[in-house]
C-alpha cells in the first residue's frame, strides 16, 4: 500500500536467529494489573489498518520495534496498537517472536481498505447490479475495524431495509449481507459476537447459536448469504463476497426486495448477482487485486 516501507530482511530470518523482542511498557492499572490504552481517532484507526497490512505482508511473526519502525511510531505507541488488535481477536503475540494474525482472511479484508472511498470498480459494481436487478443494491465494506455501507443504489418507490443505517453492528447475524462479514470470522471471533447476545428482530432471526453456525457454513460452502425476513418484515435480501486477485474477500454485493418478489425472483437474481460481483475482480486496483 502507498505510504508503507517495504517489511525489512530481518523479517524472513529463522526464528533462533533473531533478537528478543523488547520489553514491553505496561502501566499498572488500579488494580496493579497492566492497563493498556486502546487507541483511537482517525489517525490511530488508519495506523491498525497499517499495521494489519504489515502483519499480513509478512511471512513470519513481527517484532514491535520493527513494528514501530516500519508505522513510524514510537514503540508505546506501537505496542498500544498491538494490543488493540490482539485483543480484538485480529492478531495474537507468540512469544518470543513477535505478533501475527490470528484469522488472515478477516484482517485481509480489513486491511486492504485503508482508503475511506471504495474503488470505483466496486461503485460501478453497484451500479450495474441496481441496473440489471432493478432491486435496491448494497456494497458493504469493512473500515476501521467496522463493517460499513458505504454506496447503496435504488430509486423513488424502490425501498430501502427498514432501520439500516451506514453501519452493520449486532444486527449482522439477520442480515445477508452481515452473514457474509461473519463467515469471515475464526472461531474465537464468532464465539465474541455470540456471546454478545443475538438480538431477535422479528420472528424469523436466527437466535440459536449453534443454528447461526451451520448458516454461516452454508454460506461459506456455497458463497451465497441470504435473509428472509430476519431483519424487518416483508424483506428479504440476497448478498455475495467481492474477492481480489488471490480470491480474498475484500467486500460484499447485496440487495433487498420484497419476501413475494424473493419467492418468484430468487432463481433469476442469484446469477446476476454472482456475475457482477466476479466481473468486478479484474476491475480492482492493483493494490487490492495483488495484495
Do not use: W
Not at 503475540?93 to 494474525?101: C, D, F, R, S, V
Not at 469493512?142 to 443504489?153: E, H, L, M, N, Y
Not at 454472482?274 to 479484474?282: L, N
Amino acid at each position: 500500500m502507498r505510504g508503507e516501507p517495504p517489511i525489512r530482511p530481518l523479517l524472513h530470518a529463522r526464528e533462533s536467529d533473531r533478537a528478543p523482542e523488547p520489553e514491553h511498557p505496561r502501566r499498572p492499572g488500579a488494580s496493579g494489573a497492566p492497563e493498556t490504552e486502546r487507541p483511537r481517532g482517525p489517525r490511530s484507526a488508519r495506523a491498525v489498518l497499517q499495521l494489519l497490512a504489515l502483519l499480513a505482508r509478512s511471512e513470519g511473526p513481527v517484532r514491535a520495534d520493527e513494528a514501530a519502525e516500519s508505522l513510524g511510531k514510537s514503540l508505546s505507541a506501537t505496542y498500544e496498537l498491538l494490543d488493540a488488535l490482539c485483543a480484538e481477536g485480529f492478531a495474537m503475540h507468540l512469544k518470543p517472536a513477535g505478533y501475527t494474525l490470528a484469522d488472515p482472511g478477516r484482517a485481509a479484508a480489513l486491511a486492504q481498505n485503508v482508503d475511506t472511498a471504495p474503488p470505483a470498480s466496486l461503485t460501478a459494481a453497484v451500479d450495474e447490479l441496481f441496473e440489471r436487478t432493478h432491486k435496491r443494491a448494497y456494497l458493504a465494506a469493512a473500515r476501521s475495524g467496522q463493517v460499513v455501507i458505504p454506496v447503496v443504489r435504488g430509486r423513488q418507490g424502490v425501498r430501502r431495509i427498514p432501520g439500516l443505517g451506514d453501519e452493520i453492528g449486532d444486527d449482522a447475524h439477520a442480515l445477508a449481507l452481515g452473514k457474509i462479514a461473519l463467515s469471515l470470522l475464526s472461531a474465537e471471533g464468532l464465539q465474541r459476537y455470540v456471546d454478545r447476545g443475538l438480538r431477535a428482530f422479528t420472528a424469523k432471526t436466527i437466535v440459536a447459536p449453534e443454528a447461526l453456525r451451520r448458516e454461516l457454513q452454508t454460506v461459506q460452502r456455497t458463497g451465497l448469504a441470504l435473509d428472509c425476513e430476519e431483519h424487518s418484515e416483508d424483506f428479504c435480501c440476497l448478498a455475495v463476497p467481492v474477492l481480489n486477485g488471490s480470491r480474498q474477500t475484500v467486500a460484499a454485493l447485496g440487495i433487498s426486495m420484497s419476501a413475494n418478489a424473493f419467492e418468484h425472483e430468487r432463481e433469476a437474481l442469484e446469477p446476476i448477482l454472482r456475475d457482477v460481483a466476479e466481473r468486478a475482480i479484474p476491475a480492482l486496483p492493483e493494490k487490492q487485486a495483488n495484495s
